[in-house]
DNA sequence: CGTATATATGCTCACTTTAAGTATAATTAT
DNA sequence: ATAATTATACTTAAAGTGAGCATATATACG
């Protein structure tokens, strides 16, 4: 695999100074066993954090955007995309540090691309990470994580708190209270993205101080690596991979998007397991079964698996029929959180 | 109301010849009684079509594509964006015809705006009109619409039997099946672009016409003008507009951005009316009133509205607590197409 | 004044869906 | 053998949904 970051190599999409230059960047994402990965790709020399590849859109040789995302991507690695769609378009000033020494404007066009997983090994200049290792507070599978009690919620409590004018403190304590699930309210997997912002608003994650330090107006006090909330990225691109995770989560329920991800055939509880690992919690086995079924996404083969300890299970496949079938068919399972040691 | 179709004044963000301008585009859409508008411009010197409004990016001056959307807007507009949320990127080659004369490439990011039903008069060069003059299959409220079974059913399904593979005439099949409800399949009000995206393929729409013309590789023995398939508008802006309108119709059922387009004030059968409008179907009322109470969108205000005609009834307001108490607040209503005349 | 008509609102009822659990079957590990 | 593990069938209570009936309060019009 020769994925590269497109630092090199983005001159054909390149304006003048003052100008605007258009990336395609991609979250790609597979799912081996029980855990979501992500396609990173080796820091640029700048800096030392990874990102998601990226490539620069050529408006001469692409027809369309996504034929610019494929094109390059299939270039660079040797990976095929399947399924693949538009996510958001990010253009904030300064999402590139890079803009200050005069750069042109970088505005990037995020997609989320699924991919089978494959045997390729982490090699070259581009790795597959777990996605829980940038959002740990977001893998609710063994109960909520320790991080969010013990570190996010009382540090973004305190942040809510510290707002000046009253107003302002209430509205940061219901966007705090609705993200993370305070005070009764449950826990909604697809709201990825807000809850990275308040993170970032709140200067808990890396980027967020590093941001803030390049802006001169630091506060250097509360300076949070990220080892105690999860890895950071390049730029923006922990929150393209957080847009791209809620979309990812939101759309699982309702297109079969799940199988873009899964072999051919499978067992049941291998198709669970990867639900649980995007959705980030634990399904109910029984009740997923008879979903599955009866939503008829899939058709047993009549094989059964090589055994993984206890009884055989047998094998399934998907059933393209349902698209045609229902309004819009999809795993919609109630991702419940279990209740951990407590 | 001033509002200015961009093709004079992109000047700031326009590159060189071969390189890209970045657009900003705005389906502004309110709700008038029973009819779902969105703001159009006089076209340009070029088209005898109307457009969306639209300006351009200005990459030294915009902090984020958002800001710049708004300010292009409320400079042009007397109107005050409320809720803004960006929808898609377009990026398809020769989507704007000028590029042909050796113009820049034009990429085009989408916006919804709602806002509420003002007093403003068409004026100048923009005016409100229904969305339904340019999307008639979608208006489902009096029953499936005479020009669906007469024109577009008809003319599909000799496009989807006329390609030239089995394999391509099976998924034209169900691709039209599938969008346009046939053999069973129940109508998804959402699948706004998919319908559009058919109709031009098939070549049932002005704008696919005249794009084909362009080609000089257009089969002109099926011309439609816009009497059949309703009206067109500038280069892809109903593709635009589809896309909004299929996310707004989305969106209503979780998030309580209905209330973004009504009165302070208002009576059940008012709100009613507006989804009804929006989502193109009919509500059964005593389950719609059940269903607002119940989630907690609403709260009686002691007032009752000025007769209509019949019992007086009960004004209401929204109830923005209900973002705090509830995973997804919206009118999670089935709508229910009504069989006319059959 | 009385009757038709229109809208508003409360309530019932059958049916479906959902969440959660019990029970049992078929395998591997020790 | 026995425990542990995974697979799968079935039950049940609660909640939600779709449709309709009944009644209340207004206007329009003879």
Redo the contacts with the bound molecule.
Sequence with gaps: MNTRNSDRGAAPARGPAGGVVIELSAAIVTVTDVSPKILLVRPPELSPRPGLPYGPFDPTGHRTLEEGLRTWVEEQTALHLGYVEQLYTFGDRFRDPQERAGGPRPVSVGYLALVRQTALKDAGESSWGDWYRYFPWEDWRDGVPTINDQLIVPHLTKWAEGAKSKPDRSRRRERVNLAFALEGGSWDNERVLDRYELLYEAGLVFEATLDARLEVTADLTTIHTHTHTGAALTKDHRRILATAMGRLRAKIKYRPVIFELMAPTF???QLQRAVEALSGGRL????F???VAQEGLVEPTGH??A????????LFRFRPEVVHERPSPGV???V?VSKRAE
Tied chains: 1, 2.
Excluded at 284 to 287: G, I, L, W
Excluded at 307 to 314: F, S, V
């Design positions: 067992t049941l509880f109910h086995k029984q009740n079964r008879r979903l059964i698996s055994q993984t300890g206890g009884r055989p299970a047998e919609r399972v109630p419940k």
